[in-house]
């Protein structure tokens, strides 16, 4: 089955940038899509965007559009969310997973990295 760990997450100050990666292994990687979602202390986790792994279509959650950029390497099995003018709102559990169809769920995730956006 997918194994995907995430990495690069960390404190940063308001204003400030981390670029978080993700990658995939353990089988043949050929999904639809790779989401970013994130949960918050206290909240649910929620939609940050995804990328077509084919075609590199993306959607962006209004919350971070302009903010943040995905993209990938299909030939690393990694996708990258590049996050920008971070906020403290920010803060979260930022987790990849896997979207295998156009019409499937988000099924497989990675152990999740703390983003921690504070003065």
């Known amino acids: 089955q997918v194994q995907l760990v995430e990495s690069g997450g960390g404190l940063v100050q308001p204003g400030g940038s981390l670029r978080l990666s993700c990658v995939a292994s353990g089988r043949t990687f050929s999904p639809f899509a790779m989401g970013w979602f994130r949960q918050a202390p206290g909240k649910g986790r929620v939609f940050v965007g995804q990328i077509t792994w084919d075609t590199g279509i993306v959607y962006y959650d209004d919350d971070v559009k302009g903010r943040f950029t995905i993209s990938k390497d299909n030939a690393k099995n990694t996708v990258y969310l590049q996050m920008n003018d971070l906020k403290p709102e920010d803060t979260a559990i930022y987790s990849c997973?896997?979207?295998?169809?156009?019409?499937?769920?988000?099924?497989?995730w990675g152990q999740g990295t703390q983003v921690t956006v504070s003065p």
């Open positions: 997973a896997t979207q295998f169809t156009s019409t499937s769920a988000f099924n497989y």
